[in-house]
């Protein structure tokens, strides 16, 4: 990977082309008359639900502000790379993004592994990482001045979930089935804090390859274990399989709670979803949901430009491209990335269209301090409760 890495800086033409960048890194993408912004997401992989909705809902606001003239007489240009959720390729979309196009900033870059490999020659380049599609804990930690994130953090919700199950639920053996991987690690690490905290410890854990497909051994471990809630670091597809192989074996007393990234309408869809947990920063919208009339008028305006129905993604899509527009109206005509970063900080009482709340500050840069829990139930996703802060 460290070929790929020196890529990403070494097309630059040497230490005094470096420097040249970096000296001019404040007005990178900025002219009298438009805002360069660049994002590396999944549009043909295994994300591609997530990377296609969310560039949808953020070009269909970005569409509306340049309608009404941009930002401070500014148009907003957003450059996408599709990267097939590859860590190559992203690598490389960045090198072009950055290098090439010169981009003022990055925003809804998809994949926690991605984010990590690219964001120090990123931040090097003096290219703030606005929004993130990920929910791993490098996303604000360590802090940086040019990390922002709009959607909840696996590790936090996981807590709150935990929290949530153990004193309202009266739930007391908790258990983990994850991924082997940083993710699985991050929900097994915050389960484990969480239950320390109030006395108690996980009674037991499996591990399994992202792209296993056989978990009867796995479930019949944690069911002997008598567990009363497992948490899940899986995704969509394993998330199915572990519900099914629980269903098969007519195991009902358990809680299985997932998070932002076992959150999708393809679970619920399936006969062994019924029951399902997910703690998230977002709760899916229905067709039939009653919306209020910004909410409708964004709806149809989503599903006449789009022809399909906006889901998370294009939810979570639209309002990073809302706090982009924000941030850059609060940094003024005089724009730089320092004036962008205070913008985004001074984004301290915001609730999107949807009714979510997101704040910033000089000393917080993680947007969203509180969850939705929602459950299958007759095969959608149903709101539980809401504001189920961390």
């Known amino acids: 990977m460290l070929g790929w890495l020196l890529a990403l800086t070494g097309c630059t033409?040497?230490?005094?082309?470096?420097?040249?960048?970096?000296?001019?890194?404040?007005?990178r993408g900025v002219t009298d008359t438009e805002i360069v912004l660049g994002s590396y997401t999944d549009l043909s992989g295994p994300t591609a639900l997530w990377g296609v909705g969310a560039t949808n809902g953020a070009r269909m606001r970005f569409d509306q502000a340049n309608a009404e003239g941009g930002v401070r007489g500014r148009l907003i240009r957003l450059v996408v790379e599709d990267i097939a959720y590859q860590l190559p390729k992203a690598i490389q979309a960045a090198n072009k993004l950055i290098n090439r196009d010169h981009i003022f900033a990055m925003v809804l870059a998809v994949g926690t592994p991605m984010n990590n490999a690219i964001m120090p020659q990123q931040f090097a380049a003096g290219v703030p990482n606005l929004f993130p599609i990920s929910g791993g804990r490098q996303m604000l930690e360590p802090f940086h001045a040019m990390k922002f994130t709009q959607r909840g953090i696996y590790y936090?919700?996981?807590?709150?979930?935990?929290?949530?199950?153990?004193?309202?639920?009266?739930?007391?053996?908790?258990?983990?089935?994850?991924?082997?991987?940083?993710?699985?690690?991050?929900?097994?690490?915050?389960?484990?804090?969480?239950?320390?905290?109030?006395?108690?410890?996980?009674?037991?854990?499996?591990?399994?390859?992202?792209?296993?497909s056989e978990f009867t051994a796995a479930v019949l471990r944690l069911r002997e274990a008598e567990c009363d809630m497992v948490a899940?670091?899986?995704?969509?597809?394993?998330t199915i399989l572990v519900l099914d192989t629980a269903r098969k074996m007519g195991w009902e007393d358990v809680a299985w709670v997932g998070n932002n990234a076992a959150y999708g309408q393809v679970i619920a869809d399936h006969e062994s979803g019924e029951g399902y947990y997910a703690f998230t920063h977002m709760a899916k919208i229905y067709?039939?949901?009653?919306?209020?009339?910004?909410?409708?008028?964004?709806?149809?305006?989503?599903?006449?430009?789009?022809?399909?129905?906006?889901?998370?993604?294009?939810?979570?899509?639209?309002?990073?491209?809302?706090?982009?527009?924000?941030?850059?109206?609060?940094?003024?005509?005089?724009?730089?990335?320092?004036?962008?970063?205070?913008?985004?900080?001074?984004?301290?009482?915001?609730?999107?269209?949807?009714?979510?709340?997101?704040?910033?500050?000089?000393?917080?840069?993680?947007?969203v301090r509180e969850s939705v829990l929602s459950q299958v139930q007759d095969g959608r996703f149903v709101v539980l409760a809401e504001a189920v802060s961390y």
Request: hydrophobic share 40%; proline share 3%; net charge negative.
């Open 13 to 27: 033409g040497g230490d005094d082309a470096a420097s040249s960048r970096l000296a001019a890194s404040e007005v």
């Open 156 to 212: 936090n919700e996981v807590r709150a979930a935990v929290r949530h199950f153990v004193e309202n639920e009266g739930k007391q053996r908790v258990c983990v089935i994850h991924h082997d991987s940083d993710y699985g690690q991050e929900i097994v690490e915050a389960a484990e804090d969480q239950l320390a905290a109030m006395g108690l410890q996980v009674i037991a854990r499996t591990a399994h390859k992202p792209a296993e």
């Open 232 to 238: 899940m670091a899986t995704v969509h597809r394993d």
């Open 287 to 367: 067709p039939d949901d009653d919306k209020s009339p910004a909410v409708q008028a964004w709806w149809d305006q989503y599903l006449n430009l789009y022809g399909n129905e906006p889901g998370l993604a294009a939810m979570e899509g639209y309002r990073a491209a809302d706090l982009t527009l924000l941030a850059l109206e609060n940094a003024g005509r005089d724009l730089t990335v320092d004036a962008l970063l205070k913008g985004v900080e001074a984004i301290t009482d915001y609730t999107d269209i949807f009714g979510y709340r997101v704040s910033f500050s000089p000393e917080k840069h993680g947007g």
